[in-house]
C-alpha cells in the first residue's frame, strides 16, 4: 500500500520561501514519477511539477519555472517542493501524487496514489 504524507506548508508573506515535504512509503519507487499538484478554492486541480524517480528528469508548469525546484532524496524516500519568490496566486493546498511510469505526468487523473495535501497560503 503506497502511502503519501506531505508537509511544510504554511502562512508566508509575498516573495518568501517555503519547502513541502512529500514522505513515501509502501514500495519501491524506482519507476515511479512523483508529482505536485495544487487545488485554490473554486479551482480545478492543477499540474505543478513532477520528477521521475529514476533519473531524475523534472518538469514543471509555466507559472513556477524559474521559482519551484522539486528534487528527491532517494534514501528517505521523500520529494521536495522548494518554492521561491511566492506570489498570492501561489496560495492552494498542495498535493502529492505518484504513479507508475510518467507518461501522463502532468494529468491529476493519471495519478493512482495521492497524500492529503497540505496548505500553503500567500499572503501581499
Known amino acids: 500500500q503506497v502511502q503519501l504524507v506531505e508537509s511544510g506548508g504554511g502562512l508566508v508573506q509575498a516573495g518568501d520561501s517555503l519547502r513541502l515535504s512529500c514522505a513515501a512509503s509502501?514500495?519501491?519507487?524506482?519507476?515511479?514519477?512523483m508529482g505536485w499538484f495544487r487545488q485554490a478554492p473554486g479551482k480545478e486541480r492543477e499540474f505543478v511539477a513532477a520528477i521521475r524517480w529514476s533519473g531524475g528528469s523534472t518538469y514543471y508548469a509555466d507559472s513556477v519555472k524559474g521559482r519551484f525546484i522539486i528534487s528527491r532524496d532517494n534514501g528517505k524516500n521523500t520529494v521536495y517542493l522548494q518554492m521561491n519568490r511566492l506570489k498570492p496566486e501561489d496560495t492552494a493546498v498542495y498535493y502529492c501524487?505518484?504513479?507508475?511510469?510518467?507518461?501522463?505526468?502532468?494529468?491529476?487523473?493519471?495519478?493512482?496514489?495521492w497524500g492529503q495535501g497540505t496548505q500553503v497560503t500567500v499572503s501581499s
Open positions: 509502501g514500495r519501491t519507487f524506482n519507476d515511479y514519477t
Open positions: 501524487a505518484a504513479n507508475r511510469g510518467y507518461s501522463s505526468y502532468s494529468d491529476y487523473s493519471w495519478y493512482d496514489y
